[in-house]
């Protein structure tokens, strides 16, 4: 891995801004489930920089204010005539964006508004990034309860990288990346299949390691359909219950995201702050569905 690092944030209805339970930013590291920066301190507030697992590029600054950070260009917390200042690409915004620090059940979230006080970014605090892609996958692309075509059962654990019911001589789930970037598939034992949600459930396809290139995985064999089970928890629940990423909601199908959002919108004032901010979330995610399809 080209840089490695950070885990999984959670939540609850209301959160604690940054000026009622504020935390040292310093030697921390963020991730919205694909790129991450780490935090050092700095004359002018907090230095971030990151990237993906396959490169870097992020780099920007955090200035403190009275309820939050703004973000600037720059490094090392220098003025722009010092030979150390240097210019960076700021995270996923303009600059002078807002981020604030909130608490949720107890976990560390960072929100990024625009100029419109609508949140365009949320990022959990993390202690190591594989294993956090590699959660999100188990937890938003596969947990649930199926049935084959056959009318057989597999269950993918929500929280254990595992799954019964699928080989019957490994249970136990190892994730495929492919430059270095989490790539949807997964080896059991002996084979390897690349997941995609439907509505549905899952479509499984099984692939195998190209020779030409390891990085690269080829179709084989006949797409295996799983069907969820009625009630089977399949996550799209949590977002009244905790903050969840660009990443973790993109899980999601498009057809689920817009009933989300729709059932969100619906609540109006009613709706928690949480609520509230993965329906923003979601609109962002929507929107780039919508401009896809055109």
């Known amino acids: 891995m080209a840089i490695g690092i950070m885990l999984l944030g959670a939540c609850q209805d209301q959160g604690k801004k940054a000026s009622e339970e504020k935390i040292d930013l310093t030697g921390t590291t963020w991730t919205d489930g694909l790129y991450f920066f780490n935090v050092v301190k700095c ?4 230095n971030c920089e990151g990237g993906s697992t396959h490169e870097g590029g992020i780099m920007f600054m955090l200035v403190p204010t009275d309820d939050g950070f703004v973000t600037a260009e720059g490094n090392n917390g220098v003025a722009k005539t010092d030979s150390n200042y240097a210019t960076g690409y700021c995270f996923d915004g303009e ?13 560390n979230v960072l929100i990024h508004y625009n100029k419109e006080n609508k949140v365009i970014g949320t ?12 959660a999100d996958e188990q937890r938003y692309l596969l947990s649930g309860e199926y049935t084959k075509e056959d009318g057989s059962k597999v ?17 136990a789930i190892d994730f495929i990346f492919s ?7 997964f080896k059991l034992g002996n084979e390897a299949y690349n997941a995609k949600r439907t ?13 030409e290139d390891e990085e690269v995985w080829d179709e084989v064999g006949k797409p295996m359909v799983l069907k969820r089970f009625q009630g089977s928890d399949d996550q799209t629940g949590n977002v009244s219950k905790e903050i969840l990423n660009s990443s973790q909601l993109g899980y999601f199908t498009k ?26 979330m979601l609109e962002r995610l929507i929107e780039n569905d919508n401009s896809i399809e055109d």
């Open 255 to 280: 057809n689920e995201r817009a009933k989300i959002h729709e059932a969100l919108k619906a609540k109006g004032d009613k709706a928690s702050e949480i609520e509230t901010i993965n329906m923003q």
């Open 155 to 171: 269950v993918f654990d929500a929280t254990k990288f595992e799954v019964t019911g699928l080989n019957a001589d490994a249970t």
């Open 179 to 185: 430059y270095d970037l989490p790539s949807g598939s």
């Open 199 to 211: 509505d549905e459930g899952l479509i499984l396809q099984p692939i195998k390691q190209s020779k």
């Open 95 to 107: 600059v002078g964006y807002k981020f604030v620090q909130k608490v949720f059940n107890d976990k």
């Open 123 to 134: 990022y959990l605090q993390t202690t190591d990034i594989i294993k956090t892609m590699n």
């Open 43 to 46: 004359d002018s507030g907090y």
